[in-house]
């Protein structure tokens, strides 16, 4: 059986900077570049286009920049994994990708293991954000209560429940419109509090609140 390739989406307005990475990937198990883009705002079209599994983009990018493009691709593509890759060491950066939608976050002076790492774990449904930013800073550190952000191991689905559950619906209400069973949203539900490290709804919900899933 021919095995799956993860399909990338190269976009960052230096060109030297697309084909380094587009080599460097090419060097990768199970991956295949499809396409590197130097202009953000030609993103949505070609992903209209083309089949992508994930998006790797730069943060700094004029008209979109990174994390207006990820917004963007959440509410315009939301299969498409969004991977910002930044040379931005800030901890306001990290959680306005977070409070985006963003899956991962890695510094450009990353490897290729890591690189390889964060592509594995957002197409195995998880997210990923660089030790090297989640430990840098103390305030950070002290908001994400350790030195691991609970976030980021949350899957796309557990994002889902724990923004409707924050928009305060109702178990039913939660199954309804995510087309799955009650059952499966208790699950979810059992899965939120033991990763966040929460007792009850009022946890989850100032969880959500502090990433920008709910206001």
Same mark, same amino acid.
């Given at each position: 059986m021919k095995p799956h390739y993860t399909r990338l989406l190269l976009v960052d307005d230096h060109q030297i900077v697309t084909d380094s990475l587009s080599l460097l990937f090419s060097t990768l +198990? !199970? *991956?295949e570049v499809v396409g590197c883009l130097n202009d953000s705002r030609r993103v949505d079209g070609? =992903? +209209? %286009? !083309?089949?992508v599994d994930m998006v790797i983009c730069d943060l700094n990018m004029p008209h979109p920049n990174g994390i207006e493009l990820t917004i963007q691709l959440k509410k315009m593509h939301p299969s498409v994994k969004v991977l910002l890759l930044t040379m931005v060491e800030d901890s306001h950066a990290l959680f306005d990708a977070l409070k985006a939608g963003a899956h991962g976050y890695v510094l450009k002076r990353s490897g290729r293991k890591e690189l390889e790492h964060a592509i594995n774990e957002l197409m195995e449904g998880r997210h990923y954000f660089a %030790?090297?930013?989640t430990g840098s800073f103390p305030n950070v550190k002290a908001d994400l209560s350790g030195d691991v952000n609970p976030m980021a191991y949350l899957t796309d689905r557990e994002l889902d429940v =724990?923004? =409707?559950i924050a928009d305060e619906c109702s178990t039913n209400e939660i199954a309804d419109k995510l087309f799955i069973s009650v059952p499966t949203v208790e699950t979810h539900r059992r899965h939120l509090m033991k990763k966040l490290n929460v007792k009850n709804v009022v946890g989850m919900v100032k969880y959500? *609140? +502090?990433f920008g899933l709910s206001t």
């Amino acid at each position: 059986m021919k095995p799956h390739y993860t399909r990338l989406l190269l976009v960052d307005d230096h060109q030297i900077v697309t084909d380094s990475l587009s080599l460097l990937f090419s060097t990768l +198990r !199970h *991956v295949e570049v499809v396409g590197c883009l130097n202009d953000s705002r030609r993103v949505d079209g070609f =992903l +209209r %286009e !083309h089949k992508v599994d994930m998006v790797i983009c730069d943060l700094n990018m004029p008209h979109p920049n990174g994390i207006e493009l990820t917004i963007q691709l959440k509410k315009m593509h939301p299969s498409v994994k969004v991977l910002l890759l930044t040379m931005v060491e800030d901890s306001h950066a990290l959680f306005d990708a977070l409070k985006a939608g963003a899956h991962g976050y890695v510094l450009k002076r990353s490897g290729r293991k890591e690189l390889e790492h964060a592509i594995n774990e957002l197409m195995e449904g998880r997210h990923y954000f660089a %030790e090297d930013i989640t430990g840098s800073f103390p305030n950070v550190k002290a908001d994400l209560s350790g030195d691991v952000n609970p976030m980021a191991y949350l899957t796309d689905r557990e994002l889902d429940v =724990l923004k =409707l559950i924050a928009d305060e619906c109702s178990t039913n209400e939660i199954a309804d419109k995510l087309f799955i069973s009650v059952p499966t949203v208790e699950t979810h539900r059992r899965h939120l509090m033991k990763k966040l490290n929460v007792k009850n709804v009022v946890g989850m919900v100032k969880y959500a *609140v +502090r990433f920008g899933l709910s206001t």
